[in-house]
C-alpha cells in the first residue's frame, strides 16, 4: 500500500513513541517525512530506523522546540522550504506531567500550555499556508482521552488536549472549502514515553485509575503503532470524507 506516494509529510515529536511510529508507516506507505523533534538523540534513532527499512533517502530529520515561536519560523518553514510543498501535518509532540492541582504552580500550568497547545498552533500556523495551497492537505493533532474522560492528577495536561480539540474543529471548519482537513485522534493506554512515566505524585491514590483499564489485550498497553495506523489512515485519501472530529484510541477503556 502506497498512499502516500508523491506525498509530503511534517511529523512533530519524530524521536520517539507514536511520532517515531507514525514516521515509519508514513515512510512504508511511500511518504516523504519531515521529521522534527527537540531530542537529536531520539532524532537518530529514527533516522537508523529508517536506514534499517531502507527508507532514509526520503527522511529529513531537523530539531525543533515546538513551543518557541522564532524555532518553529525558522526550523519548520526551512524544512518545507527545502522540501517545495507540504501535503499533511502530524502534530505528535508533547509533554505529560502529572500534579496535585492545588499544588499545581503557574510555572508548572504555563508549560504545559506552551508546549502542548501553544506548540500545536505554532506549528499550525507555520504549516497552513502550503497545506492550503496543496488543495487537499490534512492536519492531524494530538488530542487525549483526558480530554473527555477524567484523568485524576492530570487537569493542566487535560486542559491542553480539550484545547487541541476545540482548535481543530475551528480549523476543519475555517479552512474546509480550501480542501483542508483537520483531525484529532485521542489515544489512551498506548506505549510510549509519556505513558511508562507520568510522573504521578508520590501519595497518588492509584485506586482513582482502576476504571482506565482498557477492555482489549488483557487489560495491557498497546504499542505506539496502533497509532500511527489510524493516523496515516486519517491523512491519507481513504479519509477524505473526514473532518473536525476525534477518534479515541484506546483499547474500550472508556466504554
Known sequence: MKRFKNRIVLITGAGSGIGQATVARILSEGGTVLAGDISEAGLEVTRSQAEHAGHADRLTTFFVDISDEDSVRKTVGDAIKAAGSLDVLVNAAGILRSEHTHKTTLEFWNRMLAINLTGTFLVTRECLPELLRSGRGAVVNFSSTSASFAHP????????????????????????????????????SIQSGMTNDPGLPADADLMLFAKMSPALLGGGFAGPENVASAIAMFASDDGKFITGTELRIDGGMHM
Open 153 to 188: 492528577y492530570m487537569a493542566a495536561y487535560a486542559a491542553t488536549k480539550g484545547g487541541i480539540q476545540a482548535f481543530t474543529h475551528a480549523i476543519a471548519l475555517e479552512y474546509a472549502k480550501q480542501g483542508l482537513r483537520a483531525v484529532s485522534v485521542c489515544p489512551g
